[in-house]
C-alpha cells in the first residue's frame, strides 16, 4: 500500500482553480488538428507544428489523434493532452476524429466544463458541428466560438455572427474582430483593449506567428479601409449589445468568439488567454441526486471513455475517467460504485509525452487512464472514503442498425464474449429479441464508423469476425411492454430489447413513425434523442 502524502483542503482548491478542461467541437476538416496542433506550439508544450497537418498519410479511422500519436510519438493511450499555459493547466479532451459520428464523441462531453466550437469561415455552423453543440446545450456547457481559416475566402464575419445566433440561439459577443475580410487575414481588433494585433506569417506556420500591436490610430494608419470597417463593425456589435459578459457566458447565454486560423498560428495565443481568463475552472459535480460533491471532498471521478488494445504489445483495457473531486494518487484503492468492490489505481498511465507517462497525481479536471481495468464501464463511479454515484452516461438514439452474424459459426463462444464486452465498452448499444435469437443480436450505432470499430475489434481482438447484415431502420423510440405487444402486428416496425432493459421500437422512416403516432395516439414512443 503506498501511502498518499497529505494533501490539504487547500491544495485541491487552488489545483481545481488552475485547471481548464475543454474538448473541440467542429465538423471533419474545420482544422482541429492543426488546432489543437497549434495550440500546443503556442503553450511550448511542442515547439514545431507541421507533423499532422493534412490528411496525407493518416489512417482515418480510429482517431486523429491516432496520426499525430504516429507522426510524433505521442502516447498512444491520450484521450486528453495536458499542457500549462502560464499558471493553468489546461486539458483538452479528445473528441474522435471520425469522418462520421460515434457515441464516443458525445460522451466525452460529459467530462469537459467547456467546449470550444470550431468553425470553418467558408462553411459556417455544420451538420456535425451542430449535433455536438445540441449535446454541450443540454449538458450547460459554456461554448468558445472559433472561426477557422479566415486566411480563405469565405463568409463575411457580420453574416457568421448571425448564424450563430439564429442556429445556436447563443449571442455571439466576439473578443476579436478581424481585419481585413476572409481571404485578407491581416489581424484582429481586440475588442476589450481596442488595440489592433497583426499578424505575420512564419515560414510554413510552423512556428508561432509573429504578433505586433498597435493603437487604433495607429491601426489606421497601417491598414486604412480594413481598420476603419472593422471598427466600425465592432461599435455595431456593442451597439447591439455583443460585448462579452463573463456570466452570461458561464450561464450559457452567449458565446464569445474569436477569428483564428490556425494553419498560420493565426489567433490561437487570444484562445489560450480566453480560455484561461474565461473558461470555467473544475467546479463541483452534482450526483446522480442532483447533490453537488465540492471539489475538495475525497477523491472522485467518473468512467468516460473504455478502450481496449490501443497498444499492439499489452492488450489493455483502459478506462479513462475524470476526476471530480480530491486528489487522485497512484496506487490508491479506490471503490468502484456499481460494484461496491474496492479498484487498485497501481496503473495509472496518462497524457502526453513520448513515452506512456506515468499519472502519480492528479486533481479535479484531470483525465486519469487506468490500465487492467476490464471490471469499469462506461459511466461509473469510482470514489474514495464518502461514496457518491455521478448521473450515468447517455446513451444516445441509435440512427444505423444492422444484425450481427458469426462468420464461422463454430465460434459462438468467442462471438457472444466479443459483442458482450463491445456493448460493455459501450462501443455499440446491442439489442436482442426472441425472435431473432441470441446468435443474431442487432447493433446499434450513432454512426456508422462504430461497426467498422466493431468488424475490426471482433477480428482482432476476439477472434469471432462477424458478417453484418443492414437493417432498413433509421429511428428509435423508447416503448413499453403494452405498445410492444400493439407494434407487434405492425410488420414494418421492429421492437427490440436493448442490453440496458429499454424496449426500442425501430422505424424506417420519419413518414412510418408518423403514421403510427397517428393511427395509434395511445402508444407510449418516446424520443430518444437527448440520451438515455
Ligand atoms: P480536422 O482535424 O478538423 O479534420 O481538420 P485538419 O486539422 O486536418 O484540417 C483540415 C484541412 O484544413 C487541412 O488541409 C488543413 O491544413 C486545413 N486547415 C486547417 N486550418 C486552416 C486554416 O486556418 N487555414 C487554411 N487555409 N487551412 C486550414 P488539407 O487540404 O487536408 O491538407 P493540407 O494540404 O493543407 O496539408
Known amino acids: 500500500m503506498i501511502h498518499p502524502p497529505e494533501v490539504s483542503n487547500l491544495d485541491v482548491l487552488s489545483e481545481a482553480l488552475r485547471r481548464r478542461t475543454f474538448a473541440v467541437i467542429s465538423h471533419p476538416d474545420a482544422g482541429k488538428s492543426t488546432l489543437t496542433e497549434a495550440l500546443l506550439l503556442h503553450a511550448h508544450a511542442i515547439d514545431k507544428a507541421g507533423a499532422v497537418h493534412g490528411k496525407a498519410g493518416r489512417r482515418g479511422t480510429v482517431s486523429d489523434w491516432m496520426a499525430m500519436e504516429q507522426a510524433r510519438g505521442i502516447s498512444v493511450t491520450s484521450a486528453a493532452i495536458q499542457f500549462d499555459y502560464r499558471d493553468t493547466v489546461i486539458n483538452l479532451v479528445d473528441t474522435p476524429g471520425h469522418a462520421d459520428f460515434s457515441e464516443d464523441t458525445f460522451r466525452v462531453l460529459s467530462a469537459v466544463d467547456a467546449a470550444v466550437m470550431l468553425v470553418d469561415a467558408s462553411k459556417g455552423l455544420e451538420v456535425q458541428t451542430m449535433k455536438l453543440f445540441d449535446v454541450c446545450r443540454q449538458r450547460g456547457l459554456p461554448v468558445i466560438t472559433v472561426i477557422n481559416k479566415w486566411d480563405r475566402p469565405g463568409e463575411d464575419a457580420l453574416a457568421l455572427m448571425d448564424e450563430i445566433r439564429a442556429r445556436t440561439g447563443l449571442i455571439p459577443t466576439p473578443l476579436t474582430w478581424p481585419v481585413g475580410i476572409s481571404g485578407d487575414f491581416r489581424g484582429v481588433l481586440d475588442r476589450r483593449s481596442g488595440d489592433y494585433v497583426r499578424y505575420t506569417r512564419t515560414p510554413g506556420g510552423a512556428t508561432a506567428a509573429v504578433e505586433d500591436r498597435f493603437s487604433p490610430a495607429d491601426a489606421?494608419?497601417?491598414?486604412?479601409?480594413?481598420?476603419?470597417?472593422?471598427?466600425?463593425?465592432?461599435?455595431?456589435?456593442?451597439?447591439?449589445?455583443?460585448?462579452?459578459?463573463?456570466?452570461?457566458?458561464?450561464?450559457?447565454?452567449?458565446?464569445?468568439?474569436?477569428?483564428?486560423?490556425?494553419?498560420?498560428?493565426?489567433?490561437?495565443?487570444?484562445?489560450?488567454?480566453?480560455?484561461?481568463?474565461?473558461?470555467?475552472?473544475?467546479?463541483?459535480?452534482?450526483?446522480?441526486?442532483?447533490?453537488?460533491?465540492?471539489?475538495?471532498?475525497?477523491?472522485?471521478?467518473?468512467?468516460?471513455?473504455?478502450?481496449?488494445?490501443?497498444?499492439?504489445?499489452?492488450?489493455?483495457?483502459?478506462?479513462?475517467?475524470?476526476?471530480?473531486?480530491?486528489?487522485?494518487?497512484?496506487?490508491?484503492?479506490?471503490?468502484?460504485?456499481?460494484?461496491?468492490?474496492?479498484?487498485?489505481?497501481?496503473?495509472?498511465?496518462?497524457?502526453?509525452?513520448?513515452?506512456?507517462?506515468?499519472?502519480?497525481?492528479?486533481?479535479?479536471?484531470?483525465?486519469?487512464?487506468?490500465?487492467?481495468?476490464?471490471?469499469?464501464?462506461?459511466?461509473?463511479?469510482?470514489?474514495?472514503?464518502?461514496?457518491?454515484?455521478?448521473?450515468?452516461?447517455?446513451?444516445?438514439?441509435?440512427?444505423?442498425?444492422?444484425?450481427?452474424?458469426?462468420?464461422?459459426?463454430?465460434?459462438?463462444?468467442?462471438?457472444?464474449?466479443?459483442?458482450?464486452?463491445?456493448?460493455?465498452?459501450?462501443?455499440?448499444?446491442?439489442?436482442?429479441?426472441?425472435?431473432?435469437?441470441?446468435?443474431?443480436?442487432?447493433?446499434?450505432?450513432?454512426?456508422?464508423?462504430?461497426?467498422?470499430?466493431?468488424?475490426?475489434?471482433?477480428?482482432?481482438?476476439?477472434?469471432?469476425?462477424?458478417?453484418?447484415?443492414?437493417?432498413?431502420?433509421?429511428?428509435?423510440?423508447?416503448?413499453?411492454?403494452?405498445?410492444?405487444?400493439?407494434?407487434?402486428?405492425?410488420?414494418?416496425?421492429?421492437?427490440?430489447?436493448?442490453?440496458?432493459?429499454t424496449l426500442l421500437a425501430l422505424f424506417s422512416t420519419p413518414w412510418r413513425l408518423r403514421n403510427t403516432v397517428r393511427d395509434h395516439p395511445e402508444l407510449t414512443l418516446e424520443d430518444l434523442a437527448t440520451g438515455s
Open 220 to 501: 489606421e494608419t497601417a491598414e486604412g479601409d480594413a481598420w476603419v470597417t472593422a471598427s466600425e463593425e465592432s461599435s455595431l456589435l456593442r451597439v447591439e449589445g455583443q460585448d462579452h459578459d463573463e456570466a452570461r457566458f458561464l450561464a450559457g447565454e452567449t458565446t464569445p468568439v474569436l477569428f483564428c486560423a490556425a494553419v498560420l498560428n493565426f489567433g490561437v495565443q487570444q484562445l489560450l488567454e480566453t480560455l484561461v481568463e474565461s473558461a470555467p475552472p473544475a467546479e463541483a459535480r452534482a450526483d446522480i441526486a442532483g447533490r453537488r460533491r465540492p471539489v475538495n471532498a475525497a477523491f472522485s471521478g467518473f468512467v468516460f471513455k473504455v478502450q481496449s488494445g490501443m497498444n499492439a504489445a499489452h492488450r489493455d483495457h483502459v478506462a479513462f475517467v475524470r476526476v471530480c473531486s480530491g486528489v487522485f494518487h497512484r496506487g490508491m484503492v479506490v471503490t468502484h460504485a456499481a460494484s461496491g468492490r474496492p479498484f487498485a489505481t497501481k496503473y495509472a498511465q496518462q497524457m502526453f509525452g513520448q513515452e506512456r507517462k506515468t499519472a502519480d497525481e492528479a486533481w479535479p479536471g484531470d483525465v486519469v487512464g487506468l490500465i487492467n481495468a476490464a471490471s469499469l464501464r462506461v459511466g461509473d463511479s469510482l470514489y474514495d472514503q464518502d461514496p457518491v454515484e455521478f448521473p450515468p452516461m447517455p446513451l444516445f438514439a441509435p440512427e444505423h442498425f444492422r444484425v450481427a452474424h458469426p462468420a464461422d459459426s463454430s465460434k459462438h463462444k468467442q462471438f457472444r464474449r466479443g459483442i458482450d464486452q463491445l456493448d460493455h465498452e459501450g462501443v455499440i448499444q446491442v439489442m436482442r429479441s426472441e425472435l431473432r435469437g441470441d446468435q443474431a443480436p442487432v447493433l446499434g450505432a450513432v454512426g456508422p464508423m462504430q461497426f467498422e470499430v466493431v468488424e475490426d475489434r471482433m477480428t482482432h481482438d476476439f477472434g469471432a469476425a462477424i458478417r453484418l447484415e443492414a437493417l432498413p431502420y433509421q429511428l428509435a423510440r423508447r416503448t413499453d411492454r403494452e405498445s410492444a405487444e400493439i407494434l407487434g402486428h405492425d410488420r414494418q416496425v421492429e421492437v427490440l430489447l436493448r442490453s440496458d432493459g
